[in-house]
């Protein structure tokens, strides 16, 4: 690996043309560089900023994938050099190995020797490593930026050349836009959609605008949203929109919320505490002081943890680290405009925690629990101990020939072309805080519905022959906003920017458009190089151990088209199930998860309901399950341990119910002795 720093010193340095030229240094931009040297070709890889990596190396530390055996290639590679650098016992300092494994002996290591969280230094350490190994195929060019007037110069339908702002200019063969923005993409002519697809442009059903699903991350008290208390005549506080959206379905241009993913610890030797933002504006957290002031009890976001005490911090609950509705012209708007956003969202998440942490508004056992942490004072030591990266979960998405949706990831549509795969929920963070009818706070835009593990289409990495035919697009590919909040993963992201680089190869050994590639050619190459690109065995089709619900009585709601917060770690193995497999909560993060399952009922009656899970020895005894019926709603705990009553499903009890989808049953993990599995949920017509 060659690294020009020299932009970032003000000087030019020409570049050879190259056989890739890959604009943007996230995880799927580097993938596809190592991949090009991997097959003798040479690569440039172009970041803006001074650092590599993305979010994997920006504080995204807890992998999110779901199912990991839909990982291949160079992606799983990385999970196994995390491993392997923490198999160094030298490598725990401020806790063992063994207690950390303890707390979190799922999903982090014991997976064909791969680990899944990880500090961030770590993260870039190895991605050092594995371009070091690439060898001078690939040069790295840091500090230079796509000029947005005239970044890209074409002959016809292929792109001839980028150029920068300092007026560097780069030539390839072949182009990959592997940035989270797409910019190369869209400076190419190449169609693109921002915000949320109504659901009927791709007959899709959690699409658009979500005001009666978004339960999740809600609030939980009435809260006042005018700046006088009860008068509207006041205005609104900060953030908060007028107009009730809707309907629900409907499109809109709207994206959901950034933040920053924050590397916290409880080590007071390398803690940094909170510190307030010299333009703190208390006015922007009235909103969170009312809420807690409410009633809304918040001394712990369950953040994930990372080796040596540290955190992987997210959004948790109604106000949090979501900078919600402030990044909706992020996507398309120019650098300056994209950096007085960016700063808001730091500042905005830097004063809420300080809030949290000191404000005297919010309750002493409140700001007590915020104090314990804070940011790691040995990561992002360039960058002032704050990450580097604002999650920008959605920008612009491609859209080709192909574009991927709902239907694929609840595999109604298996496609033939698959490059990789996705497994991760179909997941959105709200959009939009409004203010209901009644005169109160809501936040709109949470999804978090299964999926199945499902391949994604080689169509949707490329754009359309009409509109360029040299270019890849891994990261802003051809998605609806819902399906792309499931292939959304840094891990999917790696994978697809492998398996663009194996594609731009091959187009350049043939002499051949990207869209003109033999797929057969393709998928031998891409099953030679480590990639999974299918191995689902459906219930219908008799995989497994798996009951096709079709053949069940009643109405069945499988765990794949639940609500899920957390819930991740899937199984196929213990026992009988409903569908592909069920979730459990690998007996972690106690209170954090939670699956509700809502039916569609055909008439208002009497239902038995009954719940479905695996028994195992290690299964919670104490497994608490709401039913929200006509009548209110109804707790009970159930003891997984003990066999269903007929085998595979375990009656709760029957109760009344409305016609439609107001009728729920959610399973959590709150105080439970062991692993919570959930699978499926039947309503039964009882007959009176």
Not at 602 to 622: E, F, K, L, Q
Not at 646 to 667: N, Q, R, S, Y
């Amino acid at each position: 690996m060659r690294t020009l720093l020299l932009a970032l010193l003000g000087l030019s340095v020409a570049l050879p043309a190259q056989d890739i030229v890959i604009y943007g240094g996230t995880s799927g931009g580097i993938t596809a560089a190592i991949q090009a040297a991997r097959e003798g070709r040479t690569a440039v890889l172009i970041e803006p900023t001074k650092f590599l990596g993305g979010l994997t190396t920006g504080g995204l530390g807890a992998t999110d994938i779901g199912n990991k055996k839909a990982i291949g290639g160079i992606s799983r590679e990385f999970y196994t050099a995390v491993a392997k650098y923490y198999a160094d016992d030298q490598k725990w300092v401020h806790q063992t190995r063994e207690a950390y494994f303890s707390k979190r002996p799922h999903g982090n290591a014991a997976d064909e020797g791969t680990m899944w969280t990880f500090e961030p230094h770590v993260a870039t350490a190895v991605y050092d490593q594995m371009l070091k190994a690439a060898g001078d195929k690939v040069t790295v060019v840091f500090g230079e930026r796509l000029d947005l007037k005239k970044g890209v110069i074409k002959d016809g339908t292929r792109i001839v050349k980028i150029v920068m702002e300092s007026g560097r200019e780069f030539s390839g063969k072949m182009f990959i836009d592997a940035t989270y923005e797409g910019d190369l993409m869209a400076k190419a002519g190449v169609s693109y959609h921002v915000g949320r697809e109504a659901n009927a442009t791709y007959g899709e059903t959690i699409n658009g605008i979500q005001v009666g699903g978004a339960k999740s991350h809600q609030f939980k008290v009435e809260v006042d949203p005018y700046v006088k208390k009860g008068d509207p005549s006041s205005g609104l506080l900060p953030g908060i929109e007028k107009e009730i959206p809707g309907p629900d379905g409907a499109g809109d241009r709207k994206v959901q919320a950034y933040n920053f993913r924050m590397c916290t610890t409880d080590v007071p030797e390398n803690r940094r505490d909170w510190e307030k933002p010299a333009n703190y504006d208390e006015h922007w957290y009235e909103l969170a002081l009312r809420n807690v002031e409410a009633g809304e009890d918040r001394n712990s976001w369950a953040p994930t943890p990372m080796p040596n005490r540290k955190t992987d911090t997210n959004n948790n609950f109604a106000i949090s680290t979501d900078f919600i509705g402030q990044n909706w012209d992020y996507a398309e708007a120019d650098y300056a405009t994209r950096a007085k956003i960016w700063q808001a969202h730091e500042d905005w998440q830097k004063g809420l925690m300080w809030t949290y942490a000191y404000h005297p508004r919010v309750p002493e056992k409140m700001r007590l629990a915020f104090q314990k942490l804070g940011l790691a004072k040995d990561e992002f030591n360039d960058h002032g101990n704050w990450p580097r990266q604002l999650y920008v979960r959605e920008a612009r998405r491609m859209i080709a020939d192909y574009v991927m949706s709902e239907k694929n990831c609840r595999r109604v549509e298996v496609v033939e072309d698959s490059v990789g795969m996705g497994a991760y929920n179909m997941d959105s963070h709200h959009i939009q805080r409004f203010v209901t009818k009644e005169g109160f706070v809501r936040n709109e835009g949470d999804v978090q519905i299964g999926t199945k593990p499902y391949p994604v289409s080689y169509r949707s990495l490329r754009p359309k022959a009409a509109e360029c035919t040299n270019l890849l697009v891994p990261v802003c590919m051809s998605a609806s906003h819902i399906a792309y909040g499931s292939i959304r993963m840094e891990p999917v992201f790696m994978v697809l920017g492998q398996s663009a680089a194996t594609a731009a190869g091959l187009a350049i050994e043939s002499g051949t458009s990207v869209q003109a590639i033999d797929y057969g050619a393709l998928k031998e190459r891409l099953l030679a190089n480590g990639q999974m690109l299918d191995f689902v065995t459906t219930a219908a089709a008799g995989g497994g151990h798996g009951v096709d619900k079709s053949k069940l009585a009643g109405i069945v709601v499988d765990d794949s088209e639940a609500a899920l917060k957390g819930f991740e770690q899937t199984g196929h193995v213990s026992g009988n199930y409903v569908g592909d497999g069920y979730r459990h909560d690998g007996n972690a993060e106690k209170g954090a998860m939670t699956a509700r399952f809502a039916p569609a009922l055909p008439a208002a009656g009497s239902y038995r309901v009954a719940v479905s899970y695996s028994i195992n020895g290690n299964r919670a005894t104490n497994v608490p399950i709401t039913i929200h019926h006509a009548k209110g709603e109804t707790k009970v705990l159930v003891n997984q341990r003990l066999k269903p009553s007929d085998g595979l499903f375990h009656i709760v009890g029957t109760f009344e119910f409305a016609a439609g989808k107001d009728g729920w049953v959610e399973i959590s993990n709150a105080g439970t002795d062991g692993h919570v599995i959930i699978d499926a949920v039947q309503w039964l017509p009882v007959k009176r």
